[in-house]
T-cell receptor, first 112, second 117 residues
Framework: TQLLEQSPQFLSIQEGENLTVYCNSSSVFSSLQWYRQEPGEGPVLLVTVVTGGEVKKLKRLTFQFGDARKDSSLHITAAQPGDTGLYLCAGVRGGGADGLTFGKGTHLIIQP | DAGVIQSPRHEVTEMGQEVTLRCKPISGHNSLFWYRQTMMRGLELLIYFNNNVPIDDSGMPEDRFSAKMPNASFSTLKIQPSEPRDSAVYFC???????????????FGPGTRLTVL
């Protein structure tokens, strides 16, 4: 059973367009993280959201944690080819050193 | 600064052989995690250690898998005997757990791509 469902699985858009990817669960998480992974490398943390309703911005990326702490979204404004990669959301049910529960990810391709 | 180091980066072996994957966490980190990534199942937590002690191994697929952390700077994941369905990319990650942070930042290694023929 996949606890975190990400959509869409694949997304290919033109440079300059906006996009939103989603991460949904029936479970409540104490916090949620978004990672970006490039081919041949490990995931790299982009952001952690902790409070229900929280919104965090990282340059052109906007992350939102749902009020009930079961879902999250990542919005990219004016996408660039450098944004291409696999975007993974990961839920933390406990805290501290607990292992992460990952979604399968969204494969994003930004075409020049 | 060196990040998480994994070796080998690629491993090709035949079914039935023993495979050992190695990980050196970031110096000073006290938690270590092993994950497996496949297209079908995504990234899954196998086991994690805190201060060299295994905390949760519920993600280990079966008895063919074992993991050790003899000291703070080294961990191994062993598969014996290996099977084709074990083919995946295996990641090691480490973090520093202070007990005060709500959630720690995990730093991932580059992974070991395992192919079992």
């Amino acid at each position: 059973t996949q606890l975190l469902e990400q959509s869409p699985q694949f997304l290919s858009i033109q440079e300059g367009e906006n996009l939103t990817v989603y991460c949904n669960s029936s479970s409540v998480f104490s916090s949620l993280q978004w990672y970006r992974q490039e081919p041949g490398e490990g995931p790299v943390l982009l952001v952690t959201v902790v409070t229900g309703g929280e919104v965090k911005k990282l340059k052109r990326l906007t992350f939102q944690f749902g009020d009930a702490r079961k879902d999250s979204s990542l919005h990219i404004t004016a996408a660039q080819p450098g944004d291409t990669g696999l975007y993974l959301c990961a839920g933390v049910r406990g805290g501290g050193a607990d292992g992460l529960t990952f979604g399968k990810g969204t494969h994003l391709i930004i075409q020049p | 600064d060196a990040g998480v180091i994994q070796s080998p980066r690629h491993e090709v072996t035949e079914m039935g052989q023993e495979v050992t994957l190695r990980c050196k966490p970031i110096s000073g980190h006290n938690s270590l995690f092993w994950y497996r990534q496949t297209m079908m199942r995504g990234l899954e937590l196998l086991i994690y250690f805190n201060n060299n002690v295994p905390i949760d191994d519920s993600g280990m697929p079966e008895d063919r898998f074992s993991a050790k952390m003899p000291n703070a700077s080294f961990s191994t994941l062993k598969i014996q005997p290996s099977e084709p369905r074990d083919s995946a990319v295996y990641f090691c990650a480490s973090s520093f757990t202070s007990g005060r942070a709500y959630v720690d930042t995990q730093y991932f290694g580059p992974g070991t791509r395992l192919t079992v023929l």
